[in-house]
């Protein structure tokens, strides 16, 4: 539990420096002994610390000290906790990005952080056949003992985390195995502020079957939709595969696969993603979008964004988790030449 320390106030200050870079809040950390000491300094004075030409910035040290301490506060009434950039506890796969959060705010057990993982991600706007796939492949990895990664939105992400919640309900008796996995739910915001909040009941099961909740944000801070985008590149990061249930074009999901590809991880996508209504929706979604596009409402590119365009670079296609498993065991590249030729001309 955090305290009200002059250590961990001077971390929660230094978090929520959104004008620093992970790198400058290190140099800051190494150079400070306290809080207070934080609050004395200038913006020009952080400039000259971190070797930085000094920039205009909204910068008052004491306000920004004062908020940290009522942020400590909010920690201890919601039972929040948090794991620094440099803790030998902060899980390896995040600490790999060069954009990684220097705290990482959590409720619940975040050692499920470090255990091995698969994020799964995928449209608001499921199909039956999509909702069955996200619940049964969470449900299938948890039993397996991983840790199911996801963003606790409506659509796929509730389906994924009670898919993987209903193995601990499934199991509340003396057979339940610690070994099985739970799930994490990444926030777009701070941890006191459920969103949706129509999911607040899933979180609370979340929570109880010992999963955590997580996010790189303070308590008190709101979702605005940039970090919704944030949000998925810890998605992405936090495990070494991100697989894809469904996603028409321009879903976030595929931001989140684009994160990953760019940190070095795997992308899959579940068959469900190839099948009839998830093909309609994709087509229904496009003509929304250039709609929209012509109105000057949405950019080209969010169109241009298709899962095609992953399948014609290779992306292997999961049929369930057992195949998932079959997938990580073969020799890299054998699926995508054994698949893609039947892969294309589902989209012509």
Same mark, same amino acid.
């Given at each position: 539990?955090? %305290? =009200?320390?002059?250590?961990?106030?001077?971390?929660?200050?230094? !978090?929520?420096?959104?004008?620093?870079?992970?790198?400058?809040?290190?140099?800051?950390?190494? =150079?400070?002994?306290?809080?207070?000491?934080?609050?004395?300094?200038? *913006?020009?004075?952080?400039?000259?610390?971190?070797?930085?030409?000094?920039?205009?910035?909204?910068?008052?040290?004491?306000?920004?000290?004062? !908020?940290? &301490?009522?942020?400590?506060?909010?920690?201890?009434?919601?039972?929040?906790?948090?794991?620094?950039?440099?803790?030998?506890?902060?899980?390896?796969?995040?600490? +790999?990005?060069?954009?990684?959060?220097?705290?990482?705010?959590?409720?619940?057990?975040?050692? *499920?952080?470090?255990?091995?993982?698969?994020?799964?991600?995928?449209?608001?706007?499921?199909?039956?056949?999509?909702?069955?796939?996200?619940?049964?492949?969470?449900?299938?990895?948890?039993? %397996?003992? @991983?840790?199911?990664?996801?963003?606790?939105?409506?659509?796929? %992400?509730?389906? $994924?985390?009670?898919?993987?919640?209903?193995?601990?309900?499934?199991?509340?008796?003396?057979?339940?195995? +610690?070994? @099985?996995? &739970?799930?994490?739910?990444?926030?777009?915001?701070?941890?006191?502020?459920?969103?949706? &909040?129509?999911?607040?009941?899933?979180?609370?099961?979340?929570?109880?079957?010992?999963?955590?909740? @997580?996010? +790189?944000?303070?308590?008190?801070?709101?979702?605005?939709?940039?970090?919704?985008?944030?949000? =998925?590149?810890?998605?992405?990061?936090?495990?070494?595969?991100?697989? $894809?249930?469904?996603?028409?074009?321009?879903?976030?999901?595929?931001?989140?696969?684009?994160?990953?590809?760019?940190?070095?991880?795997?992308?899959?996508?579940?068959?469900?993603?190839?099948?009839?209504?998830?093909?309609?929706?994709?087509?229904?979604?496009?003509?929304?979008?250039?709609?929209?596009?012509?109105?000057? +409402?949405?950019?080209?590119?969010?169109?241009? =964004?298709? *899962?095609?365009?992953?399948?014609?670079?290779?992306?292997?296609?999961?049929?369930?988790?057992?195949?998932?498993? &079959?997938?990580?065991?073969?020799?890299?590249?054998?699926?995508? @030449?054994? *698949?893609? %030729?039947?892969?294309?001309?589902?989209?012509?």
């Amino acid at each position: 539990m955090p %305290d =009200n320390s002059q250590d961990t106030v001077l971390l929660i200050a230094l !978090a929520q420096m959104g004008f620093l870079t992970l790198r400058e809040k290190i140099i800051l950390l190494k =150079n400070l002994d306290s809080a207070d000491a934080l609050a004395l300094l200038s *913006i020009k004075d952080i400039f000259g610390l971190i070797g930085r030409i000094s920039r205009p910035a909204v910068w008052d040290g004491a306000a920004a000290v004062k !908020a940290a &301490r009522q942020t400590v506060h909010s920690m201890r009434l919601y039972d929040i906790s948090y794991i620094l950039y440099t803790d030998l506890t902060y899980p390896a796969l995040l600490r +790999e990005i060069p954009d990684a959060p220097f705290l990482l705010f959590f409720r619940g057990c975040g050692d *499920i952080l470090c255990r091995r993982s698969v994020s799964v991600v995928g449209t608001r706007s499921l199909t039956a056949e999509g909702r069955k796939a996200a619940f049964d492949f969470a449900h299938d990895a948890a039993s %397996d003992g @991983c840790t199911v990664v996801s963003g606790l939105a409506f659509g796929t %992400d509730t389906e $994924v985390h009670k898919g993987a919640v209903a193995v601990f309900l499934g199991q509340m008796s003396d057979s339940f195995s +610690e070994q @099985c996995g &739970r799930t994490a739910a990444v926030l777009p915001g701070g941890i006191d502020e459920v969103v949706p &909040r129509s999911n607040i009941r899933l979180a609370r099961s979340i929570l109880e079957s010992g999963g955590c909740l @997580c996010s +790189e944000y303070a308590p008190g801070t709101a979702a605005a939709s940039w970090r919704f985008v944030q949000r =998925n590149r810890i998605i992405a990061a936090l495990s070494p595969v991100t697989v $894809v249930i469904q996603a028409p074009p321009g879903s976030g999901a595929l931001l989140t696969a684009d994160f990953a590809l760019e940190y070095g991880r795997d992308v899959v996508f579940h068959a469900a993603a190839l099948c009839e209504t998830a093909k309609c929706l994709s087509v229904q979604v496009r003509r929304q979008l250039e709609v929209k596009i012509a109105l000057g +409402e949405k950019k080209r590119a969010k169109l241009e =964004n298709t *899962i095609e365009k992953y399948l014609d670079d290779g992306a292997p296609i999961i049929e369930d988790y057992a195949d998932y498993i &079959r997938y990580l065991s073969e020799l890299p590249g054998e699926r995508n @030449c054994k *698949i893609k %030729d039947r892969q294309l001309p589902l989209f012509e």
